[in-house]
């Protein structure tokens, strides 16, 4: 494969981004129906918001957070995040990047311990795309989402802090190792 396909990027949404009939939807987004984007959504990292999912320069999904309290401090803040892409960059490697660079982006610009994603105990790729990225399933939330007409469970996955920063450190060293040439973290 060309070292130069399959560069991800994100990037704040663009108006007209993301609404147009090209970007259908898979088997597990059908949450019933939408309103499309009055206005483009924040990508200020304290309050809920989005970006842009770019693979090789062309917009493919997007990236998305929103905040969960779990205790009575503003440090018990963390932010839940999750991915949609066309089908067409499903498959690629591409939400694996694409939910690091988020990760990423939100423990070098916040004070947060912990990122938390969601998915259906169904959705076998995105399970796999959370694990690649370095999360890890904590349990089962039973019925926790709406979709396709009924109620479904989900998996939660989280991340903390000190184990993003050994990721990053094994993957710097692997590089050294490597010559400078780009080793896998793992």
């Known amino acids: 494969m060309d070292a130069a396909q399959n560069r991800v990027a994100l990037r704040p949404l663009r108006a007209g981004e993301l609404s147009e009939p090209r970007y259908e939807q898979g088997d597990f987004d059908d949450f019933g129906p939408r309103p499309g984007y009055d206005r483009l959504p ?9 970006l842009a999912v770019l693979l ?20 018990c803040r963390n932010p839940m995040i999750g991915i949609w892409l066309q089908e067409s960059a499903r498959g690629r490697g591409a939400g694996t990047r694409a ?5 990423d982006l939100v423990f070098r610009h916040t004070a947060v ?6 998915t259906d105990v169904e959705n076998i790729g ?11 399933r ?3 939330v039973r019925g926790a989402q709406w979709r396709a007409g009924g109620w479904h469970d989900g998996y939660l996955y989280s991340v903390l802090r000190a184990e993003w920063a050994e990721r990053a450190e094994r993957a710097e060293r692997a590089e050294r190792a490597n010559g400078g040439e780009g080793g896998k973290a793992t």
């Open 42 to 50: 924040s990508c200020r990292l304290d309050a809920d918001g989005s």
């Open 56 to 75: 090789d320069d062309e917009v493919v999904g997007s990236v998305g957070w929103h905040w969960v309290q779990w205790g009575p401090g503003a440090s």
């Open 99 to 103: 939910q690091r660079l988020l990760v």
């Open 113 to 118: 311990n912990r990122v938390e994603a969601h």
């Open 126 to 136: 995105e399970q796999r795309a959370l694990e690649k990225a370095g999360f890890t």
């Open 138 to 140: 904590e349990g089962t």
